[in-house]
């Protein structure tokens, strides 16, 4: 969309968790969990944050579809 806004990674470990903040607001935690057949994903949305649920929401049915997608070749 054109939109620059500064963020910032303020949590990081690899291959499982990231977090990071947005012009200095807390944004989302992304994680990875392994689990039975597969993994687990999670976006975890601080209250500041809330509107941006539905973006996380949508992301993850993405990514749903996506992993499955690559199962299925």
């Not at 975890?44 to 992993?67: D, M, N, Q, W």
């Amino acid at each position: 969309m054109g939109l620059w806004v500064p963020f910032t990674v303020t949590e990081f470990e690899e291959g499982r968790t990231w977090a990071w903040t947005v012009a200095g607001v807390p944004a989302t935690t992304h994680s990875v969990e392994p689990a039975p057949g597969g993994c687990r994903v999670a976006f975890g949305v601080p209250t500041p944050a809330a509107p941006y649920a539905l973006v996380c929401r949508a992301a993850l049915r993405r990514i749903e579809r996506l992993a499955q997608a690559e199962t299925a070749l």
